[in-house]
Nanobody, 116 residues
């Protein structure tokens, strides 16, 4: 059984930082392209950042470039999202995602709330 479990969400003040973690079980993330998505009520889930499994190439949505950084640790079967200079617009549920060919897996999400 495949599981992706996110952690690290919470409430943070504007301008603050937060690091999200996602640990996988049942798969080896070294074979998977890994991503972070986020979603707010009434909106579609948005791709935030992706890290490839071959050379670890990263891509980011424009709104987080230079503020968010996605990393992977294949030895721990984990990925991370380091978030800096957070603003209220970053408030969302953040989801971990793993993709390999036709296999797609999601975590249950972790809430990030940015407010003073």
């Amino acid at each position: 059984q495949v599981q992706l479990v996110e952690s690290g969400g919470g409430r943070v003040q504007p301008g603050g930082s937060l690091t999200l973690s996602c640990v996988a079980s049942g798969i080896s993330i070294s074979l998977y392209e890994m991503s972070w998505y986020r979603q707010t009520p009434g909106k579609e889930r948005e791709l935030v950042a992706t890290i490839g499994n071959v050379i670890g190439a990263t891509t980011y949505t424009d709104s987080v470039k230079g503020r968010f950084f996605i990393e992977r640790d294949n030895s721990k079967n984990m990925i991370f999202l380091k978030m800096h200079y957070l603003g209220p617009e970053d408030t969302a549920v953040y989801f971990c995602n793993a993709v390999r060919r036709d296999s797609v897996y999601w975590g249950q999400g972790t809430q990030v709330t940015v407010s003073s």
